[in-house]
T-cell receptor, first 111, second 114 residues
Framework: GDSVTQMEGPVTLSEEAFLTINCTYT??????LFWYVQYPGEGLQLLLK?????DKGSNKGFEATYRKETTSFHLEKGSVQVSDSAVYFC??????????FGTGTSLTVIP | ETGVTQSPTHLIKTRGQQVTLRCSSQ?????VSWYQQALGQGPQFIFQ???????GRGNFPPRFSGLQFPNYSSELNVNALELDDSALYLC?????????????FGQGTRLTVV
C-alpha cells in the first residue's frame, strides 16, 4: 500500500540556519506529494505541493522537488525564522484524494 | 468564505460509550474525509464521503461509521469506544476529485476515552 516515511524529530535550529526535512514515499500509482504544516494550537495547513516528477513546489521560502527516481520529496528552506517553529508533515494523495501522512517532524527555531 | 469547522473541540467519553463528531465543509466542497491523529503521529485516513456516498475507507473497524448530508456536512460516529480511540479527529474537505487537489483541514476534535 501507499506510505510515507519522514525524518524523525525533533529538530532544533538557530535562526537563519538551513533546514532539510527528508521524506520518501511508497506508492502503487503516481501520487501527488504535499507538505502540510501544523502550528501550535492550529489545524493542518498546506505549505506546498507537486503533482508530477521534477515539479518544484514552493511557498514562504520553503521548497521541495518531486523526485520520482528516488521516491523523495525533501523539504528545504535556506534561512529559518522563529515563526517557522511548527510540526511539518509530508503526505501523498492518490487519485481519490485520500491522503497518507508521515509521522511529522517537529521544528523549533531558537533566536 | 468560511473554512472547515468541527464540533465539539474537546470531549471526554467513557469506554464502551458512543460518540458523534461533526464537520461543516468549506463552502463549495463536496468531498469530506476523516482522519485520526494519535499523539505524536501523523493523521490516519478513516474514510471519505463524496456527494453523500462513502468513497473509500482506511483500515478502521466497522464501529467507525459516517454520514454526509445534502449540504455536504458530515458526521463521524464511533461505537463501543476503546481507550485507544483517544486521539485528535480531523475533518478535511476538498472541492473536487482530481489529481493534486488540496485538502482543507479543520482544527479537529480532541477525544479522550477514559
Amino acid at each position: 500500500g501507499d506510505s510515507v516515511t519522514q525524518m524523525e524529530g525533533p529538530v532544533t535550529l538557530s535562526e537563519e540556519a538551513f533546514l532539510t526535512i527528508n521524506c520518501t514515499y511508497t506508492a502503487t500509482g503516481y501520487p501527488s506529494l504535499f507538505w502540510y504544516v501544523q502550528y501550535p494550537g492550529e489545524g493542518l495547513q498546506l505549505l506546498l505541493k507537486a503533482t508530477k516528477a521534477d515539479d518544484k513546489g514552493s511557498n514562504k521560502g520553503f521548497e521541495a522537488t518531486y523526485r520520482k527516481e528516488t521516491t523523495s520529496f525533501h523539504l528545504e528552506k535556506g534561512s529559518v525564522q522563529v515563526s517557522d517553529s511548527a510540526v511539518y508533515f509530508c503526505a501523498l494523495s492518490d487519485i481519490g484524494n485520500q491522503f497518507y501522512f508521515g509521522t511529522g517532524t517537529s521544528l523549533t527555531v531558537i533566536p | 468564505e468560511t473554512g472547515v469547522t468541527q464540533s465539539p473541540t474537546h470531549l471526554i467519553k467513557t469506554r464502551g460509550q458512543q460518540v458523534t463528531l461533526r464537520c461543516s465543509s468549506q463552502s463549495g466542497h463536496n468531498t469530506v474525509s476523516w482522519y485520526q491523529q494519535a499523539l505524536g503521529q501523523g493523521p490516519q485516513f478513516i474514510f471519505q464521503y463524496y456527494r453523500e456516498e462513502e468513497n473509500g475507507r482506511g483500515n478502521f473497524p466497522p464501529r467507525f461509521s459516517g454520514l454526509q448530508f445534502p449540504n455536504y456536512s458530515s458526521e463521524l460516529n464511533v461505537n463501543a469506544l476503546e481507550l485507544d480511540d483517544s486521539a485528535l479527529y480531523l475533518c478535511a474537505s476538498s472541492a473536487e476529485q482530481g489529481r493534486g487537489t488540496e485538502a482543507f483541514f479543520g482544527q479537529g476534535t480532541r477525544l479522550t476515552v477514559v
